[in-house]
T-cell receptor, first 115, second 111 residues
Framework: DTGVSQDPRHKITKRGQNVTFRCDPISEHNRLYWYRQTLGQGPEFLTYFQNEAQLEKSRLLSDRFSAERPKGSFSTLEIQRTEQGDSAMYLC?????????????FGPGTRLLVL | GQNIDQPTEMTATEGAIVQINCTYQTSGFNGLFWYQQHAGEAPTFLSY????GLEEKGRFSSFLSRSKGYSYLLLKELQMKDSASYLC????????????FGAGTRLTVKP
């Protein structure tokens, strides 16, 4: 049983460029979450999918951010026209929604640095 | 809204016991989670409490009081490898589907 994987692990880009991150969840998990984490803070929720449907987006997710989960399996998070403030660790987590008990398992994250 | 508060830093000695407290205010509740996060790595799941009381799992135990909006994580027989950040998080509820994290408590274990 493989865990959650993310690619790339590190990304350095110039301000104004677009970047795309990928997340592969645990295979039987139906929910997939994206979080952003900056130094000294806990993860902040960005958005989540149940199967292929994007059910909730945080107000943190500006129109430069878009996420997809086209077949209900892997997901991508794209940031357009990156800004220096986008520099952070982007974490993906997946879970199996079973009644009210739901534990999220995190991937290793993608660390983004915008120069 | 939801507020989750936990101490910023704690220091303890190898072999000792440490208790990390977490208080929360939330409009909905469906479980209290503790995660461990080593520097530069992703959070890893430690424990989950949905009912009041103590859940024990090896050297780690977690306690919840829903009426007081309070939880703690107890770490026994501390080891150097326990040096990490410990994140308290309130789980998804009927009116919000995301998990809200505290800022984390950075624990340093000294010899």
């Amino acid at each position: 049983d493989t865990g959650v994987s993310q690619d790339p692990r590190h990304k350095i880009t110039k301000r104004g460029q677009n970047v795309t991150f990928r997340c592969d969840p645990i295979s039987e998990h139906n929910r997939l979450y994206w979080y952003r984490q900056t130094l000294g803070q806990g993860p902040e929720f960005l958005t989540y999918f149940q199967n292929e449907a994007q059910l909730e987006k945080s107000r943190l997710l500006s129109d430069r951010f878009s996420a997809e989960r086209p077949k209900g399996s892997f997901s991508t998070l794209e940031i357009q026209r990156t800004e220096q403030g986008d520099s952070a660790m982007y974490l993906c987590a997946s879970s199996l929604n079973r009644r009210k008990k739901e534990t999220q398992y995190f991937g290793p994250g993608t660390r983004l640095l915008v120069l | 809204g939801q507020n989750i508060d936990q101490p910023t830093e704690m220091t303890a000695t190898e072999g000792a016991i440490v208790q990390i407290n977490c208080t929360y205010q939330t409009s909905g509740f469906n479980g209290l989670f503790w995660y461990q996060q080593h520097a530069g790595e992703a959070p890893t799941f430690l424990s989950y409490n949905v009912l009041d009381g103590l859940e024990e799992k090896g050297r780690f135990s977690s306690f919840l009081s829903r009426s007081k909006g309070y939880s703690y994580l107890l770490l026994k027989e501390l080891q150097m490898k326990d040096s990490a950040s410990y994140l308290c998080a309130v789980g998804p509820s009927y009116n919000n589907n995301d998990m809200r994290f505290g800022a984390g408590t950075r624990l340093t274990v000294k010899p």
